[in-house]
């Protein structure tokens, strides 16, 4: 695998002791020979979306700006979601409207392979969630990889009392899904680039 693998590790969740971040930190330290996986810590930068604050720096904040620019230098993205009222939480899907948005590095998340993941302390490890963060990258042109999914339900059974993943099948899936992670990101950091005049879609209602 090239060696030059950076994957952004992002948690949706603001919280001190959140399951999500947990779950990046164990899969930022599982990730195959060759990958540099980094757990992203400053989403609470980001201010709430403004059109208004967008049009006076199309740079937007410096959170932003941050964010924006650690996303442009990853090769691929890990996205940890927290699942509130069966979705994506408002702080991830804010961010994320944030860096849909064109800034000087352009669209970052177009083109960005992205592979999704989440934890939750109920018995459906943020299905709901995931499905609505896959539908909202979707939309922003990212790549999400397809399979596998991992979803980590009963997170508090999970983690031991210093937030370490103390469980073995879970740690076992998230090695299997972050080798996949990888594997995914490298295969389309070397695809050719899509053509220039390729339509966004072929039918427009
Ligand atoms: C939740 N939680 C929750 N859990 C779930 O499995 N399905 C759900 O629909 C919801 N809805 C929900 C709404 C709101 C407003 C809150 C605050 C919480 C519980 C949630 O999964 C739990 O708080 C997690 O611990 C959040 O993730 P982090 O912060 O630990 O990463």
Redesign the pocket.
Known sequence: MNPTVHLLCL???L?R?????RLLQAAAGAAPAGVRATVYDALAAVPLFDEDLEQADPAGPAGVRALRQAIAAADGLVI?T?????ALPGVLKNALDWISREGPEGEVLAGKPVAVLG????P?G?R??QASLRQVLHACGALVMPSPALYVAH?AQRFDARGGLADAATRTALAAFMDAAAAWTARLAARPAAAPDEPAALQQA
């Open positions: 948690a949706g969740s919280r002791e959140s399951w999500n971040r940890a927290p699942e509130y009222n069966h934890a939750s302390g109920g459906w943020t709901l969630a997170a």
